[in-house]
């Protein structure tokens, strides 16, 4: 796209902004921000330009140790809203949508150590995330890149 799309204005606030008060409305207390987001506090990516596969991994096993449960949301997902993550959160173990590799809820527990994942699904096959049905419209899934 040629612009970081978490600046990208939504609803008269950037993606970030807008993505956090969806976390916090869904009950989201810490909410962390991955990569390297000018103007705000950020797990910067051990490998630049690796892709979210390589920075999911890394903050699983390496970033954020002490929590159980890390759930995984783009950014650029600006129709999701706090309910369908609600869902994804009441459901135990790791778990993401069908269809949907993210957003994606893992278990940080008996961490696996692997090798290169090539995708997000790579991964989530990789940690054993059990696919879930989606029962709401599949337009709260479409990201900034899906053509409407």
Excluded at 39 to 49: N, Q
């Amino acid at each position: 796209m040629g612009t970081n799309k978490a600046l990208l204005r939504y609803q008269n606030v950037p993606l970030v902004e807008h993505m956090q008060n969806v976390l916090r409305q869904a009950g989201i207390n810490d909410v962390f921000i991955s990569g390297d987001i000018p103007g705000y506090t950020c797990i910067h990516d051990a490998a630049r330009h690796a892709g979210p596969v390589k920075a999911m991994y890394d903050l699983l096993v390496r970033f954020l140790p002490d929590y159980q449960r890390i759930l995984f949301v783009p950014v650029d997902m600006p129709f999701l809203q706090a309910g369908t993550l609600r869902d994804l959160l009441a459901r135990p173990g790791s778990v993401y949508y069908c269809d949907y590799p993210l957003p994606a809820c893992l278990v940080t527990s008996g961490r696996r150590e692997g090798g290169e994942f090539r995708s997000v699904r790579d991964l989530l096959g990789h940690w054993m995330a059990q696919p879930i049905p989606f029962t709401a419209t599949t337009k709260n899934m479409a990201n900034i890149n899906t053509h409407q």
